[in-house]
Each structure stands twice: as C-alpha cells, then as structure tokens.
C-alpha cells in the first residue's frame, strides 16, 4: 500500500501529447489486468481446500484506503525566488489487492493495482494547459506494487486481533524526477503494516470476521525528486519526504470467507 510522496505545489514534468496513447493504452491495460483478477479469482479460489506447492490459491480484496503524505516534514522549493514548504496532503485510493500465500513460513506475495479515484491538478498532464481559475483538472492516477510480504506475528500470538507484516515493494509509478528514462518507472519502497481485526469474535464463517483496519508506514527509497533537482521551473531545496502513513479498510471479496 506504498504511495508516491509528492508536493502538491510543485509541477511535475508530464508527457507530452504524443505520449498520450501510450500512457492511455498503459492505463487501460492496468484497468482490463484489474477486471481480470475480478473475472478470475472466484475460480480460483476454489482450489483453497487443494494442496499447494510452493504458492497457495489467491484471494482478492479491496481497499479503501486514506493516506497521509509528508508526514515526516514537506520539502522546501523555491518559486521565482520564492521559498514554500509543502503541507501534509491527504489522498483517497482504492486498491486491489491479490495475495498470494506460499508454503514457505512467513512469507507471501501480493500484487496491486493502485487507483485515486478524486485526485487533482491545476495543470493538465498531456497538454499543460492551466486549470480554469478556482477549479481543477481531474488526475485519476493509477499505479502497480508487488510486494514481498514477511510476516511479524499473527493472531494465533494476540488472542485473533492483530497481525503485522513487513514488506519489500516493488512500486511502478510515475516516474517524476529529473532522470526519470520513462513516464512509469520502478522504485523501491518499505511498508509496516498492522492489521487489526476487530469483528474476529463473530462466529466463524461470517463474512465480517475477515474484515481488518490496518495502518500502514511506508518509506519510499527510490524515485522521488532530491535537494537541488529542479522540476517544471521549482528547485527543491530539500529531498522529498520519502515517509507516509495510511489507514486501510481490507475486505475480502474472493473468497468471500477465506
């Protein structure tokens, strides 16, 4: 559940118009990818009462997810001579989520598609054309994680209400730094995440009982703008705050009752 930190304030540079189809096409294969899981996981999910070997029967979940950027101290940029500090920013996302659990004790694996179904820009990504004034353009952006999960401790330590994992992500995101080679590009990312199940005293098989709040730190190592870089006429005078923090909603949609 690793997101990208960045300034509201500060432009990124965007591809130009003649990148639109391949970013259009790139889009919507991430969205038919998504549909597909949709499409796919119910069968899959039943082979769960099958031996594994290696890597176990999926199950897909959906997100809603609140995340909390900057929350380590937002970057000063300078602006025509101007110095600003970005502020905290809050950002809605949806995720879905397909984990796959392995044989192997402590570890999983999860892929993810990443989609913020509110975001906003003042400047259009493909034209740069301005916002009209007091308004935004819609920036509905979508990114892709596979994670390396290892597990911390599970229920079975806390009485059923709380599991946390570390994780090792791969993030393909937009790529918005100065030597970014590409429009999406890989960074590596860390997350913390604590799962707490707060309706595991329902009888069992009852779809609520395998809902979880979770709270997620993330750091993102790679890929984010550095001191010095100068981005769509901003220099930043410090690194991007690599730190975020969300609050996540997982419910299971297939299995239904895993």
Same mark, same amino acid.
């Given at each position: 559940? =690793? ?24 889009? /919507? ?33 959906? $997100? ?8 380590? /101290? ?9 110095? $600003? ?26 892929? $993810? ?59 393909? =995101? ?37 809902? $979880? ?46």
């Amino acid at each position: 559940m =690793s997101r990208d930190v960045q300034d509201p304030s500060v432009q990124f540079p965007r591809p130009g118009p003649s990148r639109l189809g391949s970013r259009r096409g790139f889009e /919507g294969c991430l969205v038919a990818a998504a549909l597909l899981l949709l499409a796919t996981a119910p069968a899959m999910a039943q082979e769960t009462d099958r031996a594994c070997w290696v890597l176990c029967a999926p199950e897909l979940k959906v $997100e809603p997810t609140i995340t909390f950027e900057n929350i380590g /101290g937002g970057p000063r940029v300078e602006v025509d001579g101007q110095v $600003e500090r970005a502020e905290a920013e809050t950002v809605f996302e949806l995720i879905f989520a397909l984990g796959v659990p392995t044989t192997i004790p402590r570890v999983g694996f999860t892929l $993810e598609a990443i989609f913020v179904p509110f975001g906003e820009t003042s400047v259009h990504p493909f034209t740069g054309q301005l916002a009209p004034t007091g308004g935004s353009i819609r920036d509905n952006g979508i990114e892709v994680e596979t994670e390396l999960n290892i597990d911390l401790f599970d229920t079975d330590q806390t009485g059923g209400w709380v599991s946390s994992h570390f994780d090792v992500v791969d993030k393909f =995101s937009p790529g918005d730094t100065p030597r970014a080679g590409s429009v999406y590009t890989h960074k590596l990312n860390f997350e913390w995440d604590t799962a707490f199940h707060v309706f595991n005293r329902l009888r069992d098989g009852h779809w609520l009982q395998n809902v $979880e709040a979770e709270l997620s730190l993330d750091y993102v190592a790679t890929g984010l703008p550095k001191a010095g870089d100068v981005i769509g006429g901003e220099r930043f005078l410090d690194g991007a705050d690599p730190w975020s923090l969300s609050l996540v909603f997982v419910f299971p949609l297939a299995p239904l009752v895993p």
